[in-house]
């Protein structure tokens, strides 16, 4: 959600969007953005969209301390406003008050989709938090700021070693207002199953009118608020303390750490894990910022009917045969292509997002809103009222973090979106008993390991030599299908999903490694048709070579 959200580092301009343009601005500003033809405030709350995370829609604007992502799932995925203005923005041709959350039905007909506006409705958490006391001065083992999955889930696993821990958020009661959808293998390796509030057996895959895949992999959606009430109490129980405030500044000593945050208390902490999501509010940049961007909009609403089976999520659908009304339109999507993202409930409760995969510059909100009206008055869908509406823009790629550095990261402040997918929630859930298993072995040893030899040691355990070179192949995959117009699209996620299973699932899930990596791409090329390869090589060859440079010069 880096356009959404200000970098700290003032490094560089973000990537315009279509009719987008943004400056960059330190975390601390409070000025109003102009993003095209409406104005953003400066403190963004977080929106992470239902998706597996071909998103993370882990989109983290620019607030300090707010939820961390990543599955849509976790970019930014926004529900139309801010969290402190309490004057309302405007959303292309519509006003919202600046406080939305999860939303209540609106009535109202497929042809005045685009107007409907949720009313507010935010969901707290009902127990009450262990606070921590500023008057003790205690200095604390870990502070985390940000109270997404990922930060809450590292305070979970340091606090079950007996080390001190405060997690500082906003609003850490409010339960998530993002949607994650996730394969089900993933939740059930990380002992999560009871987490999720949907399934389906399997998924499908329109290529086109004539080319279908169904894939053999479950998926589901995570219950929110049973995953954040679980993480929650197990921190309580562990003897977690909370402060609902925002870091606005870190001051480092040589053996810990001092966090100003916006209330004026000062927490000291041996170690600062910054788990803010696409903020980067603590976490440090040095390289100009040029991701590509996934863009979507999406509605949870009641239909009278849809043409969906409910027992398979439709994991993407390319067909293009709802535009053959509009040239205009039409070769808009042959350029950059869009698809339907849905998860069918019932037979008449559905989630339903429009989809750029990734371009650079990203889609303006309003194009994908028309390509969305257009699909569903073709699929005959007939919209009676929407829960919930969704705006998520995922940065995807650019560089990593300065590492090592003195604030350790996780998820999207430490580049952790899978750059051709935009996949993260998983992968950061994943990656918390690493980070949560190297402070433990720093601060428990016996030497005691204190300040920047501490973290230095946990990024490196985060971001080995193997996940490094992992994540520059995927940039190479995303540099790609940055050049694909539709047609190519088509081709190749007709290879692709005709690969072995673990090719394709360990590649949506971050499983293969650089060796395994190489015999995937061999085995996507055998696969695809001969215009695909053509494309793929003529395409491809800047990308492999930059890449090939990224992985000798890591070498060294």
């Known amino acids: 959600m ?130 921590y006391d500023p008057l003790k001065g205690v200095v604390v083992d870990l502070a985390v700021v940000g109270g997404g999955p990922a930060g809450l889930a590292v305070a979970q696993q340091v606090s079950e070693a007996g080390l001190s821990v405060c997690s500082i958020d906003p609003s850490p009661k409010l339960i998530w207002p993002n949607n994650y959808g996730v394969w089900v293998d993933e939740f059930e390796a990380m002992d999560l199953l009871d987490c999720l509030d949907a399934t389906w057996s399997g998924a499908v895959v329109y290529v086109d009118d004539d080319r279908t895949k169904n894939l053999d992999r479950p998926y589901g959606r995570v219950n929110r608020k049973q995953l954040k009430s679980k993480m929650m109490q197990k921190c309580i129980l562990n003897g977690v303390k909370f402060h609902q405030a925002k870091v606005i500044k870190v001051i480092h000593e040589e053996a810990k750490s001092m966090l100003i945050c916006s209330d004026g208390v000062t927490i000291q902490a041996k170690v600062v894990l910054d788990a803010t999501g696409f903020s980067r509010c603590l976490v440090q940049y040095d390289k100009p910022y040029n991701p590509g961007y996934q863009v979507a909009y999406g509605i949870l609403a009641e239909v009278e009917e849809h043409p969906f089976d409910t027992s398979k999520m439709l994991f993407m659908d390319w067909r293009d045969s709802h535009l053959n009304n509009s040239i205009e339109l039409k070769e808009r999507n042959r350029k950059v292509p869009t698809f339907l993202y849905a998860m069918p409930f019932s037979s008449n409760r559905i989630f339903l997002e429009e989809t750029s995969l990734v371009a650079r510059p990203g889609l303006r909100m309003d194009d994908i809103q028309e390509r969305m009206v257009a699909r569903l008055n073709h699929l005959g869908i007939k919209v009676k009222s929407i829960e919930e509406d969704e705006r998520c823009v995922i940065p995807m790629g650019g560089p990593l973090p300065v590492i090592p550095q003195r604030v350790v990261g996780i998820g999207g402040t430490a580049g952790m979106v899978h750059p051709s997918t935009g996949y993260m929630v998983a992968r950061t859930l994943a990656a918390a008993p690493v980070v949560a298993n190297a402070i433990i072995q720093h601060l428990g040893s016996e030497k005691n390991h204190l300040g920047d030899e501490l973290s230095t040691s946990v990024w490196k355990d985060l971001w080995p030599i193997e996940r490094r070179r992992q994540r520059e192949f995927f940039c190479f995959g995303m540099d790609i299908l940055l050049k694909l117009d539709l047609s190519a699209t088509r081709r190749f996620f007709d290879a692709f999903f005709d690969l072995e299973p673990r090719y394709w699932h360990g590649f949506l899930s971050s499983r293969l490694f650089l060796p395994e990596l190489m015999f995937f791409g061999l085995s996507l090329f055998s696969h695809a048709s001969n215009t695909s390869r053509i494309e793929i090589m003529t395409k491809g060859t800047l990308p492999l070579v930059t890449m090939i440079n990224n992985l000798l010069r890591d070498a060294e």
């Open 2 to 131: 880096d356009i959404w959200f200000k970098t700290p580092n003032n490094l560089e301009l973000l990537q315009p969007f279509y009719g987008f343009s943004v400056k960059d601005s330190t975390f601390s500003s409070v000025k109003t953005q102009k993003f095209g033809f409406r104005n953003f405030c400066g403190n963004w709350g977080r929106r992470v969209c239902v998706r597996p995370l071909w998103y993370v829609c882990s989109p983290d604007p620019v607030y300090s301390g707010s939820f961390s992502t990543s599955g849509c799932p976790l970019g930014v995925c926004v529900k139309g406003g801010t969290f402190n203005s309490e004057k309302p923005q405007k959303f292309g041709f519509r006003e919202v008050g600046g406080n939305w959350g999860r939303g209540v039905c609106v009535k109202a007909s497929s042809s005045t989709l685009l107007d409907l506006v949720p009313e507010t409705k935010k969901e707290n958490l009902d127990f009450e938090l262990p606070m």
